[in-house]
């Protein structure tokens, strides 16, 4: 299993999702993809991304402003 991680902080809707999109159509399935991110939006918007694509929301946290969303490959 590959972890890989992205930095898109201080990027706004949709560029996080839409980097994050295409960091995870590189790697495999069960693959773990780690998201940083300042967008307020962050965590609602990985939720419904997730739900929408089959890819495994797999925690959402909060620190001093800066979203870590960790994201499984389906």
Excluded: W, Y
């Excluded at 962050?42 to 939720?47: L, Q, R, S």
């Amino acid at each position: 299993m590959a972890q890989q991680q992205l930095d898109v902080t201080g990027l706004k809707c949709p560029l996080p999702i839409l980097r994050a999109k295409k960091a995870l159509a590189a790697l495999q399935a069960g693959d773990v993809l780690t998201v940083l991110a300042t967008d307020a939006g962050a965590p609602d918007d990985f939720a419904a991304f997730c739900r929408q694509t089959g890819h495994v929301l797999l925690a959402s946290t909060e620190d001093n402003g800066v979203f870590t969303l960790v994201v499984q490959h389906k």
